[in-house]
């Protein structure tokens, strides 16, 4: 290791991203003794455990190919720009996180140069494309996976894979306090919490809440205590915040993990955006109903590759419909608010739920080792030489 200990350069292309850079950063910071140094592109909780972003992580933040054409060019100047840093900086190890389109240009533009690249969240290659498990091979070194069954799909392929666990399961999501929410915003005994999750990409964001907003709209005669939570992320908070000023509930904005955890402990089900707090709202054992639009144009060329019969992991890895999906021309009012009623009004359907996800919070790796610090395992392991390289 250097005198000032190994140079890691990160790059996280979303929020999620960033919450799993965060972590990992921590990580590398406690069994480094702190002689570390971070460089890269990141967002909030990465630049508050000590990195200097190169740009903001908005940038990269992008879904579907309508949202990505106008911003081309741009997206195009940053992946120069990180390659260059790269070649300037030549870190012991660079250490990219999810964002697979942009990370694996990156990878690919610099294979060769000595620089080993290490990548933070397997494609899921079960679900689509698989013949990108192949291609993945050739341009990575190793490759850190939050599922059990991922590691085969690329070891085969000649390229070392270590599941380290889901970071879900670090994030304190089954550690909410709903008494502590109801006393902060004021709420009533009687007031009956419903969580919505409406996404952190502008894009989703625009198309999914006007359908949430409009089944607020059905549920509030019928539920006259209704009080609605709306987690956000900074960089779409006043989006999210005129959008939901007209709803015709209590709504209460809520910002960072712990109010969030404690809206979930607080709330009754929840109505949420397709993605990884799917897990989240699993790990806490609220009941939900998943929802998701993609622009046409997207969806169109999705449906030719996607192999996967559900969107939401939980269902996926046990191979049923235990959490209600409404997709596409599904998600209408009309149906979100038949499926959050029936959480509201039947308490069965509740218990069926949270039942359901306890196995899934085992898969993921509740009570083990936390999956951060395996990953900080496996990254320092590439700098020192004693973590198995892909050829």
Partial sequence: MRERGPLIFLVAGEPSGDLLGARLMA???????????????????????????????????LMGIAELVPRLPNLIRR???TTEEIRRLRPD?????????????????LKGQGIPFVHYVAPSVWAWRPGRARKIARILDHLLALLPFEPPYFEK????????????????????????FREKHGL????????VLPGS????????????????????????????AVPTVPHVRDTVAAAVAGWPVRTVLVEGDADKYDAFAASEAALAASGTVALELALARLPAVIAYRMHPVTLGLYRRFIYAKYANLVNIMLDRMLVPELLQEDCTPEKLDAAITRLLDDHSARVEQQTG????AKWLGVGGVP?????????????????????
């Fill in 93 to 109: 190890v660079v250490v990219t996180i999810d964002a697979p389109d942009f990370c694996f240009r990156v990878a690919k533009r």
């Fill in 371 to 391: 999956p951060s610090d395996r990953a900080a395992e496996v990254v320092l392991g590439i700098v020192k030489g004693t973590t198995r390289r892909g050829q």
């Fill in 188 to 195: 009533a005994p009687a007031d009956r919490v419903l969580t």
């Fill in 357 to 360: 996800v306890a196995e899934v």
């Fill in 79 to 81: 992946l120069s720009q």
């Fill in 27 to 61: 990580a590398l910071k406690r069994q480094s003794d702190g002689l570390i140094r971070f460089a890269g592109v990141g967002g909030e909780r990465m630049i508050a455990e000590g990195l200097d972003t190169l740009f903001p992580l908005s940038d990269l933040s």
């Fill in 201 to 228: 990409r502008r894009g989703e964001i625009s198309r999914l809440l006007p359908d949430f907003g409009a089944t607020v709209a059905r549920l509030a005669p019928r539920y006259p205590g209704l009080v609605v």
């Fill in 157 to 180: 392929e000649g390229l070392p894979c270590t599941f380290v666990g889901h970071p879900i399961v670090e994030g304190g999501a089954a550690s909410g306090d709903g008494a502590r």
